[in-house]
């Protein structure tokens, strides 16, 4: 998004000095930083970096160990999970959450449901504020259908939808929670690089017509450098500098983590290119496309193509993306 010059934006969301543990695995240790309203801020780094454990922190998914949260300056370091969206933030995940069975449409409306106002007598009985409601929301939904030029997807199953579209779905599902704070986690994963130019419009249109703050986890550089206002580097559950895309990018110690990652790597096609070049989907992803994509398997989709997750065997939680909860 483009900001005014002068002075930096007001902080909407601030941590300070977060840390959180699995078993013997430091997932996130001291980690600070503020998302400032109206940017778009990116969180980079190695597989197993702790980026998507900073957004499950975030969404109180987890409890940190240690460190604090605030959102518009109030300390939210004890809201429970199910009251993270009506806070003002809602996600996407690494792997799609969408109701396969239900239509896009309807999927959006789920999508809604947190600004609910009417109570479940109002809703049987078909009151006329339930009814308000009903029309508002549908509004609401429509014009996140046509953001997003979904239009063509409008009443299909969300089952039936190429994985890319299904991608753009679940933007527009956590958007019609009318979100301040909109956090993507790998949002152009599987995404062909047609498909990831694409995103970049929708981020940038998002930011621009919605005035939605974005945090993103992302691998493709050339997404983050193109729609990133700030951008944070982690390694192995550290910060390790923040700063403008490219600043970031050339910092010595980022290419030194993505470099280690990279030299660690034994998969020939993991070595081709330069550490921080464009993620290309792998031939698995992009077979049978445009219309019949493959969904990228759990592997794919979870891991990035430099490293592989640790599994963490006995540890209660599981090594997986958690379920849709943020709704
Ligand atoms: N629920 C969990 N249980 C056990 N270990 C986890 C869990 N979530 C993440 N981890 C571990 O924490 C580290 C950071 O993971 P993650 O935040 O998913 O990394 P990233 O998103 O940067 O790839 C990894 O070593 C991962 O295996
Ligand atoms: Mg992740």
Redesign the pocket.
Known sequence: MILPAGEPAPTLFEARDLSLS??G?K??RDVSFEIRRGEVFS?I????????????LINRI?DADAGTMSFNGEDMSRVPGHRVAELGITRTF?NTELFDRATVLENLLIGRHVHRRTNLVAECLFLPSARRQEVAFRSYAEQIIDLLDLQASRDQMAGALPYGTRKVVEIARALCAEPQLLLL??PSSGLNPEESEDLAFWIEDISADLGVTIAM?EHDMNLVTTVSNRVMA?AD?AAITTGTPSDVQNHPEVLRAYLGDFEGSDVPGEREGAPLARKEPSAGEREGEPLARKEPSAGEREG?PL?R????EG??????E?PTVEH
């Open positions: 699995f078993g695995v997932a996130v969180i780094g190695p597989n197993g970096a702790g980026k998507t454990t900073i957004f499950n987890y690494q986690d790998e986890v982690m559950g990035a490293a997750k640790e599994q963490c540890e209660p939680l599981a090594n997986k958690p």
